[in-house]
């Protein structure tokens, strides 16, 4: 059973599960950049979904005492 397959609440497309490379995250502990990710996308508007399992893994990395492996530096400027 699949935690997506509802209809888009952007435009009258339908979300499906898709693995994404890299997805950032936003989070109100900070951002993530999730690897093969199991996410939702819209199929005619591409609007980004997240199921609870997603976002408690987020929370887990973000509030875990354990650094991850990997971390990647961003680039932060003035507009």
């Not at 609440?9 to 690897?35: A, K, N």
């Not at 979904?49 to 509030?63: F, G, N, S």
Request: contains cysteine; negative net charge; glycine residues 4%.
């Amino acid at each position: 059973m699949s935690l997506y397959d509802f209809h888009c609440e952007y435009c009258d497309g339908t979300v499906r599960e898709q693995i994404v490379d890299r997805e950032p995250i936003t989070h109100h502990r900070g951002i993530v950049v999730l690897e093969n990710a199991p996410i939702g996308v819209c199929d005619k508007c591409a609007a980004h979904y997240y199921a609870a399992p997603v976002l408690k893994r987020v929370e887990q990395i973000l509030t875990s005492s354990t650094p991850p492996a990997t971390m990647i530096q961003v680039p932060l400027v003035v507009y």
